[in-house]
T-cell receptor, first 112, second 117 residues
Framework: GENVEQHPSTLSVQEGDSAVIKCTYS??????FPWYKQELGKRPQLIID?????GEKKDQRIAVTLNKTAKHFSLHITETQPEDSAVYFC???????????FGKGTKLSVIP | IAGITQAPTSQILAAGRRMTLRCTQD?????MYWYRQDLGLGLRLIHY???????GKGEVPDGYSVSRANTDDFPLTLASAVPSQTSVYFC????????????????FGAGSRLTVL
């Protein structure tokens, strides 16, 4: 099965700084790379995803970059705000959603 | 109902008791899932169903069973609860696509917090 690792497990940044979370996976057949955000006490929600035929995708202050050769993808958050404080999960996988394997999560704290 | 509804929101249960967590969606999604979330372990897939009438085992299926009699409902049953099943359980659904061009976006319910004593 897929082996997924996220780094770091916790991250603290000052408001306005950038944050980067890296996700490493083992299955070279993975072709779908999403990031989910879970605020305290809430349900996980998709914030951005990318497919294997694309190297980078941006949506306002967040972006995802993919390096298929090295089997890792990263979440980039620029101009961080207190509402970005949450746990972020990567979930690489194949074409079927049941094939998604979630990482253990990264707790991001944005300090005002 | 809008999206996915889970019940109960929380439950304390004695070990050895049977428990069913309910999950209903009104989005006509063909695929549904049950995850458990434990601190430091992320979300782990228990069981899934790609379409009504079919189910499959995920990463941690032991001690759990599911059924999918129709598109909307996907209950999770603990036949004889044990303390290690204390967790937060999330039901999710998606429009399942078999090709890489499809979107695999999961929509989650609000979760059910289960404590087994």
């Amino acid at each position: 099965g897929e082996n997924v690792e996220q780094h770091p497990s916790t991250l603290s940044v000052q408001e306005g700084d950038s944050a980067v979370i890296k996700c490493t996976y083992s299955d070279s057949a993975s072709n779908y790379f999403p990031w989910y955000k879970q605020e305290l006490g809430k349900r996980p929600q998709l914030i951005i995803d990318i497919r294997s035929n694309v190297g980078e995708k941006k949506d306002q202050r967040i972006a995802v970059t993919l390096n298929k050769t090295a089997k890792h993808f990263s979440l980039h958050i620029t101009e961080t705000q207190p509402e970005d404080s949450a746990v972020y999960f990567c979930a690489p996988g194949g074409a079927g959603s049941y094939q998604l394997t979630f990482g253990k999560g990264t707790k991001l704290s944005v300090i005002p | 109902i809008a999206g996915i509804t889970q019940a109960p929101t929380s439950q304390i249960l004695a070990a050895g008791r049977r428990m069913t967590l309910r999950c209903t969606q009104d989005m006509r999604h063909n695929a549904m899932y049950w995850y458990r979330q434990d601190l430091g372990l992320g979300l782990r897939l228990i069981h899934y169903s790609n379409t009504a009438g079919t189910t499959g085992k995920g990463e941690v299926p032991d001690g759990y069973s599911v059924s999918r009699a129709n598109t909307d409902d996907f209950p999770l049953t603990l036949a004889s609860a044990v303390p290690s099943q204390t967790s937060v359980y999330f039901c999710a659904s998606s429009v399942e696509h078999r090709t890489s061009s499809g979107a695999n976006v999961l929509t989650f319910g609000a979760g059910s917090r289960l404590t087994v004593l």
